[in-house]
């Protein structure tokens, strides 16, 4: 069954958005505290992209489900402390990066594959093409690595397909050279 945390995101006339993480059947809440300071020690590694007046809070709870999605505990966690980015250079709210994370599992004749947006990103992430610049994917791809170490001893993050029924775990983060550009329902 995986579990899921998540990371709340905040901006100033931009509204509030999620970054969703899964993991392996959490069973205790030493485990689930352990994932929620995890979740935050990544962000904390990532602060340097985020404009300054980005917050990112944390859940009081890693939930437990079914693989179908259906709601069966709770643990609760001390919230991590806030995440506030500390870039004042100009930055687009809906232009950032995004993170892939692959595992060695094949579903439906596709690798399984999730993705976490960081957004938005300070315009020092990307080159003057508009590309992710090449030392942001390396600094980006090592904080998803760490994150993948750091939980594997705790449980593994995990990429969870509710339509197939399953949750594999991550084995490796990459993050490509294009940009990520968030839209919304009437865009």
């Known amino acids: 069954m995986p579990s899921e945390y998540r990371a709340i995101w905040s901006t100033p006339g931009g509204g509030t958005g999620y970054s969703v993480f899964h993991f392996q059947d959490v069973v205790s809440n030493t485990e689930a505290q352990g994932i929620a300071d995890a979740v935050r020690a990544f962000f904390n590694t990532n602060v340097g992209l985020f404009p300054d007046d980005v917050s990112i809070n944390f859940d ?18 001390t919230p991590p402390a806030t995440v506030t980015g500390s870039q004042t250079v100009s930055f687009e709210r809906a232009a950032g990066i995004r993170i892939d994370w692959g ?37 980006v791809a090592a904080a998803g690595a760490t994150l993948i170490t750091a939980t594997s001893s705790i449980k593994p993050l995990v990429v969870w397909s509710r339509t197939h029924g399953i949750a594999w775990a991550v084995d490796t983060a990459s993050v490509p050279a294009k940009g990520a550009i968030l839209r919304g329902r009437r865009d």
């Open 60 to 77: 009081s709870e890693v939930i437990v489900m079914t693989l179908g999605g259906v709601l069966t505990g709770v643990f609760p966690v």
């Open 103 to 139: 595992t060695g599992h094949i579903v439906a004749g596709r690798r399984l594959t999730g993705r976490t947006y960081l957004v938005p990103a300070s315009i020092g992430a990307f080159d003057t093409t508009g590309q992710v610049t090449t030392a942001t994917q390396a600094a």
